[in-house]
């Protein structure tokens, strides 16, 4: 096991902020473009309030357990509190379902990243998918220190490429950008894809774990790794569309065209570096939930949790990744909607917290919550063609 575990506050938010961006920071801009600059800024603003409402919520939820459990444990916990039989089936079934899709998300984010060394450096496409394995997993096979250090210097890479990008964006002439745009269609489609950028649920207790010598900044990481992503999602959204009149819906690819090929080059390792980020927190939380389910140790959990990925990305089993992609948004929904019960329950047995949720986490705000998520849920589900 890991000879130490402690993270600092930047290390922890990034972790937070790395199972979030994925490549689905890329596909915002297009969307965007359909709604106009003044929708989109108001949905983002409402998706990001909505969604740290949600992640401080299972905070008070972990805080209050004080335990060491991961997210599917602790759901079960408080959702069957007086029926064992009941919590064993669930915890199964739930345990089956969140493998399975984080499967299909990590192998998707295995065949991503390969596709771009193998553009990048001509590789062939397994052999891409082979490499980006082999960095993304052997980070995560040496624990949780290791990845947040890893994840702190890859956000700050991506920043500094980002900033680059908007310097190189601004400095040429800029495209109009419409301030209005799109109907509820598809302010629907952008709000269920910006929700999907910001679920970072099962890297909350990651967070905690790290924090565990000063408890009271798990709430600030979460703020701050939401925030990361905010401002990344933003940025890229709102630059894309000063750069090129057409967005393309991989939104790189058009803003590459608008300010050069080194904008093309560097933007893929942006969203390498995102991708990368994404793996390396995901495949780490199902590492430790298969380890708290099964029993299995570190090594072999790692194992189960990330060769699978490799050998689905390599098969090319691509309409299966997207539905399951689906699957993916689906569960994270679940998540949210169970994170509600669950809060009432452990208010119930554990009083005593350090960390609430105030208004926000009364019955008013938990209706809103629910309200969001299932908004979201329909717009993951809206094609626009």
């Known amino acids: 096991m890991e000879k130490t575990k402690k993270l600092s506050l930047l290390e922890a938010a990034s972790i ?18 359909l709604n106009g600059i003044v929708p989109f800024i108001g ?3 409402l998706a990001y309030l909505t969604s740290l409402v949600l992640h401080l919520m299972i905070v008070e939820i972990v805080m209050r357990d004080g335990g060491e459990n991961q997210l599917v444990e602790i759901l079960g916990k408080y959702l069957f509190p007086q029926r ?6 669930f915890l199964w079934i739930f345990f089956g379902l969140i493998v399975f899709s984080f499967y299909a998300l990590l192998a998707g984010y295995i065949a991503g990243a390969g596709e771009i060394l193998a553009s990048l450096t001509g590789l062939p496409l ?24 890893s994840e702190k210097y890859a956000v700050a890479a991506a920043a500094l490429i980002l900033a680059a990008l908007s310097i190189a964006t601004t400095a040429k002439p800029a495209v109009p950008v419409s301030l209005f745009g799109g109907a509820g269609k598809e302010m629907l489609a952008l709000f269920g894809m910006i929700m999907f950028c910001f679920a970072s649920f099962f890297s909350i207790p990651q967070a905690r774990e790290g924090l565990y010598w000063k408890k009271s900044l798990l709430p600030w990481a979460v703020v701050l790794g939401l925030g990361i ?4 999602t933003f940025i890229v959204a709102f630059m894309a569309q000063l750069a090129s009149p057409h967005v393309t819906e991989m939104a790189i ?6 300010i050069g090929q080194w904008a093309s080059i560097t933007g893929s390792i942006f969203v390498f570096l995102a991708i ?29 949790a990330t060769l699978p990925t490799l050998v689905l990305a390599v098969s090319g089993l691509t309409g299966f990744l997207g539905f399951m992609r689906v699957a993916g948004g689906a ?3 679940l998540v949210a909607l169970l994170i509600i019960p669950a809060l009432r329950t452990s208010r119930k047995t554990a009083l005593e917290t350090s960390f609430g949720t105030g208004w926000w986490g009364s019955f008013a705000g938990q209706l809103f919550i629910a309200a969001a998520y299932i908004l979201a849920a329909i717009g993951s589900l809206i094609t626009l063609k």
């Open 126 to 149: 397994w052999a891409g998918n082979i490499v980006f394995y082999g960095v993304a997993a052997g980070v995560v096979f040496f624990g949780l220190k290791v990845i947040g250090l």
């Open 16 to 33: 937070i902020a790395g199972l979030g961006v994925g490549g689905g920071v890329m596909a915002v801009p297009y969307l965007a473009s």
């Open 276 to 304: 990368l980020t994404s793996y390396w927190a995901t495949s780490y939380a199902l590492t430790t939930i298969i380890v708290e389910r099964t029993g299995r140790g570190y090594r072999g959990s790692w194992l189960l």
């Open 229 to 232: 992503n905010f401002c990344f």
């Open 43 to 45: 949905i983002m603003l």
């Open 331 to 333: 569960i994270a929904v």
């Open 84 to 89: 064992p039989a009941l919590r064993r089936v």
């Open 253 to 258: 690819i058009g803003w590459g065209r608008a």
